[in-house]
């Protein structure tokens, strides 16, 4: 997935989980080590892990509260 879908994606299935919950995000998108960090700055929620991987990254997001 290329920039914006990444973000696009992630913020879809996050409206639908718990706070506190967990959702890893494997994407291609070089700039997605940077967009993803900001989106989850702005929207509340908290970025626990980024791992590089063969091809792009893995991201664990933590569901924020309230959104």
């Not at 890893?24 to 929207?43: G, H, K, Q, V, Y």
């Amino acid at each position: 997935m290329n920039c914006p879908l990444p973000v696009l994606k992630a913020s879809k299935k996050l409206s639908g989980m718990r706070s506190g919950a967990r959702l890893w995000l494997e994407t291609t998108d070089p700039l997605a080590a940077i967009d993803i960090p900001a989106f989850c700055n702005e929207s509340g929620h908290r970025l626990v892990e980024t791992v590089a991987v063969e091809g792009g990254h893995r991201l664990l997001i933590e569901r924020g509260q309230g959104r």
